[in-house]
Each structure stands twice: as structure tokens, then as C-alpha cells.
């Protein structure tokens, strides 16, 4: 990957990372799938303006609207405000990484490398080994499947975001957000009280909540997914789909320095393997071309008629 592109991955980790504080700001002031309909709504309603619908079927649109609209959030924000800690819910959001894997193997047939399977082992070792260091109490089990679901809804979107090919993927996801917010506010209606419970949340939605909500619509969603589809689009899902893992690594880091929390050395090792494990799977493909190089130079070599 080119460093910008590097570079960019990172932010996008740290936006999302730090989007976790956010959402569990904004829910003191919004439902769940209220707030995630709200979110989709000042997307599509801030960038149907600037850009231009790409030409896609139809179908992609809805399919990812679904995955990465309804599905993807509507799990995530449900499982915070049932209880489950934002840190815990980034880290079991990461879990889409690994889905994201064995659905990029079986779909678009993207085959890994011995040392990209190790890779992924060693990551999944920070992420569980920080998801134990920071919440050593059982999870309860609907916020947990709930969470699982989301991440499972972010895999998906992955795929259908490769699958859409080189195209606007900044009008790709304005696009896209003309999905979720109908059956985001369904759901909110049947299951957050009904039109009643809605206005009243929006009556009382305070200046605080309005700055989560631009953030997570504006920032968290179309720049930052806007910018995670066209990495997407320009490399394998296998390279791409890790950097999310930095995502709890910048949750931890926002909790210390905004919320003040305080960490274990546990939860500083976990981290690192985190970042580890990013850094092998970013340079493994340089290091095996280099390897190659060095091999054909010395046959080259050794081919050398000798004097």
C-alpha cells in the first residue's frame, strides 16, 4: 500500500475508534436506532448536493445500505445502550475483520498466505486478550449478540463495498444512506416507544447531542466509510480489512485522554500485538518481494561465468 493510503487507513481506525465515546454521548440524548437513522439522514441530506449517484445496480445500494446501515448499527448502538461498555463493543465490533476474511475467501476468492493466516491469529489474540483485559465480568448475552451482529453486518458491507468496484465511493456512500433511515425509524417506532418516545427525544436533543450526531454522520460516516470504501476498492480486502483492528487501540487511547480511564499492562501488550500484527500484514508482502529479489539476484550470480 502507497504510505498516504496507509496513513488514511489509520484515520479512518481512529475516527471509528473514537466514534465508540461519541455514540455512547449521543445516546444519552437519542434512542439507538434513532440516533443511527438520524445518522443516515444528515448524510444523505449533507452530501446528496455535491455528489453525483454512481452507476451502479440498484441492488448493491440497498444490500450495503442494509448491512452497513441497518444491521451494522442498529446492533452496535443496541448493544451500548443495553449496557455492554463502548470499549467492549469496539472490540467485538472487530470481529467483521475475520468474517470479512473467510467472506472475501469464499466470495471473491482472495486466498491468504501462511504468513497473512498467522498474522490474523496474532491479531485475534490483542483482540481477545483486550476485550478480557478491560472486562473481566461475564458479557450479558443479548448486548454480546447484538454486538456480534453488527460486526457481522460490517463484514458483509465490506464485500458488497469491494464488490462495487472502482467507482465515487464518497457518492457510493451518500447514496447508500437514502436506505437505512426508513427501516432504522420502523424499527425505532415498534421498539423505542412508539412516535411519542421519538418526539420527545428530539424535543429534548441538546447542543452536545447535535455535535455527536454531525460527528458521527459527517465525519465517522462519510468521510471515514467514504474513505474505507475506496481503499477498497484500490486493494484486497485481506490488506484493507485489518486496519480496523486499530479501531478498540484508539477507543483505549480516547478513554484515557477524554474520559479518564486508566489501563492495565495486560490491555498495553494486547494493544501492541494489535499493532503488530497490522504492521507484518502491511510489509509481509514487500518482505516476501524482497526475498524474491534477493534469491533470483544470487542465482543470477551464481550463474556468472567465473574468471
Not at 103 to 113: F, G, I, K, T, V
Not at 222 to 246: M, R
Not at 281 to 294: D, E, M, T, V
Given at each position: 500500500?502507497?504510505?498516504?493510503?496507509?496513513?488514511?487507513?489509520?484515520?479512518?481506525?481512529?475516527?471509528?475508534?473514537?466514534?465508540?465515546?461519541v455514540?455512547?454521548?449521543?445516546?444519552?440524548?437519542?434512542?439507538p436506532?434513532?440516533?443511527?437513522?438520524?445518522?443516515?439522514?444528515?448524510?444523505?441530506?449533507?452530501?446528496?448536493?455535491?455528489?453525483?449517484?454512481?452507476?451502479?445496480?440498484?441492488?448493491?445500494?440497498?444490500?450495503?445500505?442494509?448491512?452497513?446501515?441497518?444491521?451494522?448499527?442498529?446492533?452496535?448502538?443496541?448493544?451500548?445502550?443495553?449496557?455492554?461498555?463502548?470499549?467492549?463493543?469496539?472490540?467485538?465490533?472487530?470481529?467483521?475483520?475475520?468474517?470479512?476474511?473467510?467472506?472475501?475467501?469464499?466470495?471473491?476468492?482472495?486466498?491468504?498466505?501462511a504468513?497473512?493466516?498467522?498474522?490474523?491469529?496474532?491479531?485475534?489474540?490483542?483482540?481477545?486478550?483486550?476485550?478480557?483485559?478491560?472486562?473481566?465480568?461475564?458479557?450479558?448475552?443479548?448486548?454480546?449478540?447484538?454486538?456480534?451482529?453488527?460486526?457481522?453486518?460490517?463484514?458483509?458491507?465490506?464485500?458488497?463495498?469491494?464488490?462495487?468496484?472502482?467507482?465515487?465511493?464518497?457518492?457510493?456512500?451518500?447514496?447508500?444512506?437514502?436506505?437505512p433511515?426508513?427501516p432504522?425509524?420502523?424499527?425505532?417506532?415498534?421498539?423505542?416507544?412508539?412516535?411519542?418516545?421519538?418526539?420527545?427525544?428530539?424535543?429534548?436533543?441538546?447542543w452536545?447531542?447535535?455535535?455527536?450526531?454531525?460527528?458521527?454522520?459527517?465525519?465517522?460516516?462519510?468521510?471515514?466509510?467514504?474513505?474505507?470504501?475506496?481503499?477498497?476498492?484500490?486493494?484486497?480486502?485481506?490488506?484493507?480489512?485489518?486496519?480496523?483492528?486499530?479501531?478498540?487501540?484508539?477507543?483505549?487511547?480516547?478513554?484515557?485522554?477524554?474520559?479518564?480511564?486508566?489501563?492495565?499492562?495486560?490491555?498495553?501488550?494486547?494493544?501492541?500485538?494489535?499493532?503488530?500484527?497490522?504492521?507484518?500484514?502491511?510489509?509481509?508482502?514487500?518482505?516476501?518481494?524482497?526475498?524474491?529479489?534477493?534469491?533470483?539476484?544470487?542465482?543470477?550470480?551464481?550463474?556468472?561465468?567465473?574468471?
Amino acid at each position: 500500500m502507497k504510505t498516504a493510503h496507509v496513513l488514511l487507513a489509520v484515520l479512518v481506525a481512529a475516527i471509528w475508534g473514537l466514534s465508540f465515546i461519541v455514540v455512547k454521548i449521543g445516546l444519552t440524548q437519542c434512542p439507538p436506532l434513532l440516533l443511527a437513522a438520524l445518522r443516515f439522514m444528515v448524510v444523505f441530506a449533507a452530501g446528496v448536493w455535491l455528489f453525483p449517484r454512481p452507476t451502479l445496480p440498484r441492488r448493491l445500494y440497498l444490500r450495503a445500505g442494509l448491512c452497513l446501515g441497518v444491521i451494522q448499527f442498529a446492533g452496535l448502538f443496541s448493544a451500548i445502550k443495553l449496557g455492554m461498555p463502548a470499549g467492549i463493543v469496539a472490540v467485538l465490533a472487530q470481529v467483521q475483520v475475520f468474517i470479512t476474511l473467510l467472506l472475501a475467501a469464499a466470495l471473491l476468492q482472495e486466498n491468504r498466505s501462511a504468513t497473512q493466516k498467522a498474522v490474523m491469529a496474532l491479531a485475534l489474540l490483542g483482540v481477545l486478550l483486550l476485550g478480557y483485559a478491560r472486562y473481566h465480568d461475564a458479557l450479558p448475552l443479548l448486548p454480546l449478540l447484538l454486538a456480534l451482529m453488527g460486526a457481522a453486518g460490517f463484514a458483509w458491507g465490506n464485500i458488497e463495498l469491494k464488490r462495487s468496484g472502482k467507482v465515487d465511493m464518497f457518492g457510493f456512500t451518500v447514496w447508500m444512506s437514502a436506505v437505512p433511515p426508513l427501516p432504522l425509524l420502523a424499527l425505532s417506532l415498534a421498539l423505542e416507544g412508539g412516535p411519542a418516545a421519538a418526539w420527545s427525544a428530539l424535543a429534548h436533543f441538546s447542543w452536545i447531542g447535535l455535535l455527536a450526531l454531525l460527528f458521527l454522520a459527517l465525519i465517522g460516516t462519510l468521510f471515514a466509510l467514504g474513505s474505507w470504501g475506496k481503499l477498497l476498492s484500490l486493494y484486497p480486502a485481506s490488506l484493507v480489512a485489518p486496519f480496523s483492528l486499530l479501531s478498540p487501540v484508539f477507543g483505549l487511547l480516547g478513554g484515557y485522554l477524554i474520559l479518564g480511564e486508566r489501563y492495565d499492562s495486560l490491555s498495553i501488550l494486547a494493544s501492541a500485538l494489535i499493532v503488530a500484527a497490522l504492521a507484518l500484514n502491511i510489509y509481509s508482502g514487500r518482505l516476501a518481494a524482497c526475498k524474491s529479489w534477493l534469491q533470483r539476484a544470487h542465482l543470477a550470480i551464481k550463474e556468472l561465468p567465473h574468471r
